[in-house]
C-alpha cells in the first residue's frame, strides 16, 4: 500500500521560507506525477506545484518564482521550497501522487502551513 507522508510544515513569517518534504513508501520514480496541493479554510484544493518523472515541473499561477518542486529518487522523497511566504500562502498543504502503472491517486495526510503577518 502506498504511503506518502509529509513533514516540514509550520509557523513562519510573512517573508519567511520553509521546506516541505513528502516521504513515499516506495520509489517515486513509480509515480508520474507528484505534487503539492494546498486547501486553504473555505476554499477548495488548488494545484501548487507537480514533478513528472522526466522533471518537467508545473505551478500553480499565485506561487511560480517563489516557490520550487524537486525530487530525490534516492530517498523518495519530493521537496517544496517555499520562498517570499505570504498570509495567503497559508492553508493546509497535500502531497499527491499519481501511480504511473494504474493512474491510482494518493494522498498525504497534510501538513499545516500559517504564514503570520
Known amino acids: 500500500q502506498v504511503q506518502l507522508v509529509e513533514s516540514g510544515g509550520g509557523l513562519v513569517q510573512a517573508g519567511g521560507s520553509l521546506r516541505l518534504s513528502c516521504a513515499a513508501s516506495?520509489?517515486?520514480?513509480?509515480?508520474?506525477?507528484m505534487g503539492w496541493y494546498r486547501q486553504a479554510p473555505g476554499k477548495q484544493r488548488e494545484l501548487v506545484a507537480t514533478?513528472?518523472?522526466?522533471?518537467?515541473?508545473k505551478y500553480g499561477d499565485s506561487v511560480k518564482d517563489r516557490f520550487t518542486i524537486s525530487g530525490d529518487n534516492a530517498k523518495n522523497t519530493v521537496y517544496l521550497q517555499m520562498n517570499s511566504l505570504k498570509p495567503e500562502d497559508t492553508a493546509v498543504y497535500y502531497c499527491?501522487?499519481?501511480?504511473?502503472?494504474?493512474?491510482?491517486?494518493?494522498w498525504g495526510q497534510g501538513t499545516q502551513v500559517t504564514v503570520s503577518s
Open positions: 499527491r501522487a499519481e501511480l504511473a502503472t494504474l493512474g491510482s491517486v494518493y
Open positions: 516506495g520509489s517515486i520514480f513509480s509515480f508520474n506525477p
Open positions: 514533478i513528472t518523472r522526466s522533471g518537467t515541473t
